[in-house]
């Protein structure tokens, strides 16, 4: 029988799978502690993690790991590298979590548009503040999607219903592609000029990291809002701050470097901030954890490497 580790508050529905299945044990600890949990685990086969870091020392004190599961898109967290050297695969579940991070955006958007985050708590404290709180109505304007994967993908199709004009910047996706979708594709420049909304879509990497510079920011309207619930190390913060001060830039933000309590060094220049809740739906979890625990079976079963993404 295989032992199976989960480090973390995913929906159980992995753990009845794989036990269902009769060839795997699942240890499922919710404090998040990967380091203790893989030291009382070594025999573990497979590891199955949302955004905790996978480094060579926990890789290390599993040597029987094969597989490593992101029950999720992004795997920037895990060292995807030293887990090749060692003959671990990496997989992750791409669509999973999609329409949460899509109507987050969406949601984030609004909240910015009509104050909503600043509002709630001065009427509970007994203000009148209406005059001071004139918003803006996000249908008809024009956003840019910068990347146009699964969840921006998803962003376009919600956002038709408010009569928004959508642009797109993807060097991956098909003329063919984008206009099914209903977007414009446009080269990223021309984007960022016509622009009121800038929303990232995008895994962070060696090409991306700190694309949002100050070259970026400068091509963008002056007024217009750049949404992150991508990857923090998209953007650099120091010419953010510098073109926010200069040209009005409001900022929603949803991902920092480390996913963890404490200050945060974008909490002066971003206008709305969450705590990573991108993909904090019940619905997400349920689909992230169900697709997880298939996708491991699939490749023990059968081989299929479709998700292997090292």
Not at 39 to 48: E, F, G, K, S, Y
Request: hydrophobic fraction near 40%.
């Amino acid at each position: 029988m295989k032992k199976v580790l989960i480090p973390t508050k995913l929906d159980l529905v992995a753990k009845q799978l794989l036990e269902e299945s009769g060839n795997y044990e699942v240890v499922q600890d919710e404090s998040e502690n990967l380091p203790a949990l893989a030291l009382a685990n070594p025999d573990a086969h497979a590891v199955i993690v949302r955004s905790n870091k996978l480094t060579p020392e926990i890789i290390d004190t599993l040597p029987s790991l094969k597989v490593v599961v992101r029950a999720g898109a992004g795997f920037n967290t895990i060292d995807t590298a030293y887990s090749r050297e060692k003959g671990i695969d990496v997989m992750n579940t791409p669509g999973a979590n999609s329409n949460a991070v899509a109507e987050e955006v969406i949601c984030m958007m609004l909240a910015d548009a009509r104050h909503i985050v600043y509002a709630d708590p001065s009427v509970r404290a007994g203000k009148w503040e209406k005059k001071n709180l004139m918003g803006k109505e996000i249908t008809g304007k024009i956003i840019g999607l910068v990347g146009l994967g699964a969840i921006g993908g998803l962003v376009a199709k919600r956002l038709q219903g408010f009569e928004m004009e959508i642009l797109c910047y993807d060097p991956y996706v098909s003329e063919e592609n984008s206009t099914a979708l209903g977007v414009k594709m446009l080269p990223l420049n021309e984007l960022l000029a016509k622009s009121d909304y800038v929303s990232l879509h995008m895994p962070e990497n060696d090409k991306t990291k700190g694309i949002v510079n100050a070259e970026f920011l400068s091509k963008m309207k002056d007024g217009a809002t750049l949404i992150n619930c991508a990857r923090a190390g998209l953007i650099n913060e120091d010419d953010l701050r510098k073109a926010k001060s200069e040209t009005g830039i409001r900022f929603l933000n949803d991902v920092y470097a480390k996913d963890a309590e404490g200050e945060k060094s974008v909490a002066d220049i971003a206008d709305v901030m969450m705590p990573h809740l991108g993909a904090s739906t019940v619905e997400a979890n349920y689909n992230a954890a169900k697709r997880a625990a298939e996708e491991l079976m699939e490749l023990d079963e059968t081989g299929n490497s479709a998700f292997i993404v090292n």
